[in-house]
Structures are given as C-alpha cells and as structure tokens.
C-alpha cells in the first residue's frame, strides 16, 4: 500500500517545483519585457529625438532658461554595484553637448553646456523670440568655425611643424642639405594658407561679435529704437563661405602640388 505521507511530501515537493518554475518563467518574461520595452523606447523615441537635435541649428533647454547650439550627442557608459546583488550594473545615459556664445567688453565667450537627452527640448520655430532667432542666426556659422575652420589650421599649423622638422634635418646633412631650399618653399606656401586661413577665422569671429553685441543691445532696456541697423546676416554668411570654399579649394590645390614635389623621406 501507499503511504500516505509520502505521498503528500512528493506532492509537497511537486507543487515547489512547479512554484519556482512559474517564478523563473515570470522573471525571464519580466526581463524579456524590459528589454522588448528599452528597445521600443530607444527606435521609437530615443533614436529620432538624437537625430533631430543633430539636424537641428538650436535646442531649448529649460532648467537653464538659454537657448543653445547642439554639437552632438554623446552615449555615456559607467558601472555601478548593485547593493542587493553585490554585482556591476551597467548604466547607460545619453548627453547633448551644446555650446552658447556670450560676448564681454573684451571677448567672445563660448560655454560648453552638456545636459541630459531629456532636459533637451526641441524647437520647430520660435520667430517671436529674439534670442532663439539671434541664436538660430550664429549657429551655421559657430559650426562652421569650431567644426571646419579651427580643425583646418590646427591641422596646417601641424604639418608645417613637420615641414620644419624636415627642413631642419635635410640643413643638418652633409648628402640633403641642397634640398634645404624646397622645404623652405613647402614652409612659405603652407605659413600663406595659414595666414589666409586666420584671416577668414577673424571675419568668422567678427561677425559673430557684432551679432552678439546686436543681441546684447536688442535685450536691454534701453530705448530699442537706438538699434535701428539689424545686420545683413544672409549676405555676410554668404561672403564668408564662399571664401572658406575658395580658401579650402586652394589647401586642396596646394597639397596634390606638394605630394609631385617634395622627395619621399
């Protein structure tokens, strides 16, 4: 015969089983729903959010009451140690660099500002608000500088530096000095470009200063009647990029005539 009791704990020890099971398949449908949930939010949110504020000349960003210029998202990664699992976590967080031009009696300030993706607002169009026009107005130009122009020089400025250093070793020998002269002339070509290359950058700072100061002016209390000459942004951004596509035109000219002429080393 079968014992009762025995009976009861197999059945005892059935029902644990199938209790923890339902517990394990609850957990993974948990976690599967999490990530189903983090992988909707990231395509269906998240994604077209970062697309549309790097598409985007200006971002609003509340808690700082400023409108400011987007430069790029960042993905942030870092570790954390989970109290109750004495494990590391992964935590993820998104970052939008943006910058904010000022200007002082002296000089023209840009500020970093990096905030959270969800401190982010975007903006279609605000036209009745001057800072977001005058903002909207200078970033074209702010990006052409940090993004195009300063990358440019700091990139000559180096290969002149090269120059030198060749230079300087073809002078110290005895068989290489006679190529002394056409180092000389690779330094004298690319120091024109640079200088060509500053002087664009100064029209570029120039221009960004008026526009700041016109700013300044408009959102004082002074008697607004005093700023009666808004400036011609359209054709002076005009101007200055066509000399940075002429200016880069020639960079492009002078290297592809640079690698025919200078010996290999």
Known sequence: MNNPSSNSHLFGRFLSGLFSWKIWLFVQIFQGSKSFYRFLYHYLYRRPKIDRILGSDVIYIPEKKLYSIPLDVLKMERQMVNSDRQQ??????????????????TEIQFHDITVDLQQVHLIKSDLDNYDYTNT????????????EINPKIASLVEKRNQLHRLRNLAASSEIFHSQTRLYDRAINQVQLIIDQAETLRQECLKFIRETL???????SDIDTNLVDLPLDFASQYQLI????????????????L????????
């Open 258 to 265: 640079k690698d025919s002429s200078l010996p290999k080393n």
């Open 213 to 219: 100061i016109e700013r300044e002016l408009v959102q």
């Open 88 to 105: 590391l976590t992964s935590i993820t967080t998104w970052k939008v660099k943006t910058i904010h031009p000022t200007i002082t009696e």
């Open 241 to 256: 990029q066509e000399k940075y596509q002429l200016w880069k035109e020639e960079v492009q000219a002078y290297f592809e």
């Open 136 to 147: 909207r107005r200078l970033a074209p130009l702010v990006k052409t500088l940090l993004f």
